[in-house]
């Protein structure tokens, strides 16, 4: 499950606004900014998976906790053929 630095942190990434990513996930716009505050921890699991979703359709992948740390990165794009 994601953090709330790594929702933020993806949505910088991407220079998404907090209602963009509200429209992309379908999550609501209260939900999306209580979320980034306290954590998806609170959230149901289907809310935290649409976000989550959104964001790796959009290109950001999540590095998860392995000892050195949560983190994100956006993928790398296809080269072109």
């Known amino acids: 499950m994601i953090n709330a630095a790594q ?3 993806g949505r910088a990434l991407l220079e ?10 379908g999550v609501s716009l209260p939900t999306i900014k209580r979320m980034e505050k306290v954590g998806p921890g609170r959230s ?17 992948q999540f590095i998860p906790e392995n ?7 956006l ?3 296809e080269p072109r053929q």
């Open 7 to 9: 929702m933020r942190a």
């Open 16 to 25: 998404w606004s907090q209602q963009e990513l509200a429209e992309q996930s």
């Open 44 to 60: 149901a699991g289907d809310t935290v998976t649409a976000v989550e979703k959104a964001l790796e359709a959009a290109g950001v």
């Open 67 to 73: 000892g050195s740390g949560a983190g994100v990165r």
């Open 75 to 77: 993928a790398k794009p």
